[in-house]
């Protein structure tokens, strides 16, 4: 079922090819469409409407497993829960959105990379030290989050998620719903994709797209031919980079295989180029496969330079780890600039997305493995339309992938695809509309090795019409698409608006996830402080106040201090009904910890001003709310 613009296609002109050229002549083409025909830039009425006769037809292809639209939970009334937990980039925001399915209403927001007032992160000790030793930055740019799997199925411990704009990478804890660690990579710049290991989450891996030089210590400042990118493996459960290997070239995401031995990387700019005319140049890029147990050999035999406290092993093409029967890194040809790259949920192949060609090379991972020349591993390559971006799976057989170009996602047949001569159509099933400008996509489960197969979030670029007007900024377009019903086709459901920039999301089943209600006190390192501990304590100009917090009270009425004490307070909120928060702000000394029941945290600042400074609980807490404040009084020093 092939779904329609709701405005004019005058808001996508920008994106496509309006050059009057004939296909014979792409001299004054934008370089970076050169080798695409320009008729490919058109939507051609025909096709549209073949595609519309084909969505009736597309039961034969698996449809066993299929769901009508019309026996499926679209709404979610008041007081009922959602089916899934989708886990969103916030983008510019460096947070995760928390998004239930298939409501699509917003749950949460968690702070990873930017400080958050509402949950007070970074302004407590923790958390405040835990952003500062990650480097220090006051923004992130949140790109990928991905959940931890134990059997390639997800387990419920971990979310992790890269920084784009600084080389780091976090992990949240998924009993509290909240950031519990983050590296700051050595030798990256750009940690672009993020992803695990799989079948059990043995590495994280940071896939770093700027080529700089190693080391990066001013010595080899303008000779491009000499930087290089590298992706870390990162230990998650302690955060720390265990490797990195050099490669030829830029990366771009990435993706791990369901066996353990290959993680895949797209990258551009095999030119080793610095504008970008001349990383357009080449007809090719590479698809980058890591053999990590050759990696881990080389590591354990000692074959690496430390550069940043890190094994960085060489892994470009020229490296003599590359020439053996077992290179650790296999480079395959592939068209100019590829995107996304994803394992599908069986493990059997890997699949790039063209971006600047309008095909997807599918790669056939045990053919990888035993192959003297990487590029017969190329098994397939259909035609999908303009601008293929990334591809998600529903567990019958089926690829969707967006379409920037062509403001579209294209269902497709895989194992066609491998059949069918290079450059085919055949294997596309349908297209839906969406809008517009689809980047990341993501179904449910896709990114396991059993996808649920009914609900699919297209993450769109550009909400031109489809909202409120808010001013030049517009909010972007977060569509649930459903996609259980191989007889009907896709269906698009709902728009949600989202705030720049998001980029992909992974979505989990409710039943895998079992978050905490309240804190356990064991799990954090803070002193609980009940009522029966409240104290304060001084020695040499330091003041540490110890005290409770529930309805209506702190723990001390009054704390004073003397101007140029270092004062830390550890406070606990000893409720224990679930969901009623207090805080404590002292907003003139930029304090602000949020405390859920059960919850410790503790801050450190200077009183440096005299004066009076009230105390209060900032989260609506009860009918005494307002009188929930106590009094900090700084006596000048003498």
């Known amino acids: 079922m092939t779904q329609t613009h709701d405005s004019d296609d005058s808001s996508l002109e920008t994106n496509r090819a309006t050059d009057s050229t004939t296909d014979d002549d792409s001299s004054e083409r934008d370089p970076l469409f050169a080798r695409i025909p320009r008729r490919d830039f058109m939507k051609a009425g025909a096709a549209t409407g073949a595609m519309?006769?084909?969505?009736?037809?597309?039961?034969?292809?698996?449809?066993?497993?299929?769901?009508?639209?019309?026996?499926?939970?679209?709404?979610?009334?008041?007081?009922?829960?959602?089916?899934?937990?989708?886990?969103?980039?916030?983008?510019?925001?460096?947070?995760?959105?928390?998004?239930?399915?298939?409501?699509?209403?917003?749950?949460?927001?968690?702070?990873?990379?930017?400080?958050?007032?509402?949950r007070?992160?970074?302004?407590?000790?923790?958390?405040?030290?835990?952003?500062?030793?990650?480097?220090?930055?006051?923004?992130?740019?949140?790109?990928?989050p991905r959940v931890s799997q134990t059997d390639n199925d997800y387990d419920g411990r971990w979310a992790f998620v890269n920084d784009k704009a600084n080389?780091?990478?976090?992990?949240?804890?998924?009993?509290?719903?909240?950031?519990?660690?983050?590296?700051?990579?050595?030798?990256q710049q750009g940690t672009h994709g993020a992803c695990c290991l799989l079948p059990d989450t043995k590495y994280v891996f940071g896939v770093g797209e700027f080529r700089v030089p190693m080391p990066n210590d001013g010595q080899d400042l303008d000779d491009p031919s000499n930087y290089t990118s590298t992706i870390a493996a990162i230990d998650p459960e302690t955060m720390n980079v265990e490797w990195e290997v050099l490669v030829d070239g830029n990366m771009d995401n990435g993706d791990g295989g369901k066996e353990g031995r290959w993680f895949f990387a797209t990258g551009y700019n095999s030119e080793h180029a610095t504008t970008e005319s001349e990383m357009s140049s080449s007809d090719t890029d590479w698809v980058k496969a890591f053999d990590v147990p050759a990696i881990e050999e080389a590591v354990e035999a000692g074959d690496y330079d430390e550069i940043g406290g890190v094994p960085v092993v060489d892994g470009t093409r020229d490296s003599s780890l590359n020439e053996s029967d077992r290179p650790i890194v296999?480079?395959?040809?592939?068209?100019?600039?590829?995107?996304?790259?994803?394992?599908?949920?069986?493990?059997?192949?890997?699949?790039?997305?063209g971006k600047l060609d309008p095909t997807a090379s599918v790669i056939d991972i045990e053919t990888l493995a035993d192959a003297d020349d990487p590029n017969d591993a190329?098994?397939?390559?259909?035609?999908?339309?303009?601008?293929?971006?990334?591809?998600?799976?529903?567990?019958?057989?089926?690829?969707?992938?967006?379409?920037?170009?062509?403001?579209?996602?294209?269902?497709w047949d895989i194992e066609a695809a491998v059949e069918a001569s290079e450059e085919s159509e055949d294997p596309v099933i349908e297209k839906v509309d969406v809008h517009y400008n689809p980047g990341h996509l993501i179904a449910a489960e896709s990114y396991t090795a059993d996808p649920q197969g009914d609900w699919l979030i297209s993450l769109n670029k550009l909400s031109k019409d489809r909202f409120l007007p808010v001013g030049p900024m517009h909010p972007e377009n977060d569509q649930l698409i459903y996609i259980g019903d191989d007889e009907e086709g896709m269906s698009l459901v709902k728009d949600t608006p989202s705030y720049a920039e998001p980029h992909d999301a992974s979505i989990v089943s409710a039943e895998k996830l079992d978050p905490a209600?309240?804190?356990?006190?064991?799990?954090y390192d803070e002193e609980f402080i009940s009522p029966e501990d409240n104290d304060i304590s001084r020695e040499n100009g330091r003041v540490h106040v110890k005290m409770h917090s529930q309805r209506n009270q702190f723990g001390f009425t009054d704390v004073t201090v003397t101007e140029g004490d270092e004062v830390t307070f550890t406070v606990t909120?000893?409720?224990?009904?679930?969901?009623?928060?207090?805080?404590?702000?002292?907003?003139?000394?930029?304090?602000?910890?949020?405390?859920?029941?059960?919850?410790t945290r503790e801050v450190t600042f200077t009183a440096d001003e005299p004066g009076v400074y009230w105390m209060y609980c900032a989260f609506f807490c009860s009918a005494l709310h307002l009188e929930m404040r106590s009094r900090l009084l700084v006596e000048p020093a003498e």
């Not at 209600?517 to 799990?523: L, S, T």
Request: charged residues 25%.
């Open 167 to 187: 080389g780091r990478m976090a992990r949240i804890d998924l009993e509290y719903f909240e950031t519990d660690a983050i590296v700051d990579i050595p030798n």
């Open 573 to 599: 909120n000893v409720e224990q009904t679930a969901d009623l928060l207090h805080s404590l702000a002292i907003p003139e000394y930029d304090v602000n910890i949020k405390l859920a029941p059960q919850e």
């Open 120 to 144: 007070g992160y970074g302004y407590d000790d923790r958390t405040s030290e835990m952003l500062e030793e990650a480097g220090g930055y006051t923004w992130g740019d949140a790109h990928h």
């Open 517 to 523: 209600k309240v804190y356990d006190p064991e799990d």
């Open 330 to 353: 296999r480079y395959l040809d592939v068209s100019k600039s590829p995107h996304g790259v994803s394992v599908t949920p069986d493990g059997k192949y890997a699949i790039a997305s």
């Open 52 to 118: 519309a006769s084909m969505a009736g037809c597309t039961g034969l292809l698996g449809g066993d497993d299929s769901v009508s639209l019309e026996d499926v939970k679209t709404s979610v009334e008041p007081g009922e829960h959602d089916d899934y937990y989708a886990f969103l980039s916030g983008g510019h925001t460096g947070e995760i959105r928390v998004y239930g399915l298939p409501s699509m209403r917003q749950l949460m927001r968690i702070p990873v990379f930017q400080t958050e007032s509402a």
């Open 378 to 411: 190329i098994v397939g390559r259909p035609r999908l339309g303009m601008g293929p971006l990334h591809t998600a799976y529903d567990g019958r057989g089926h690829a969707y992938t967006t379409l920037f170009i062509d403001s579209q996602v294209v269902k």
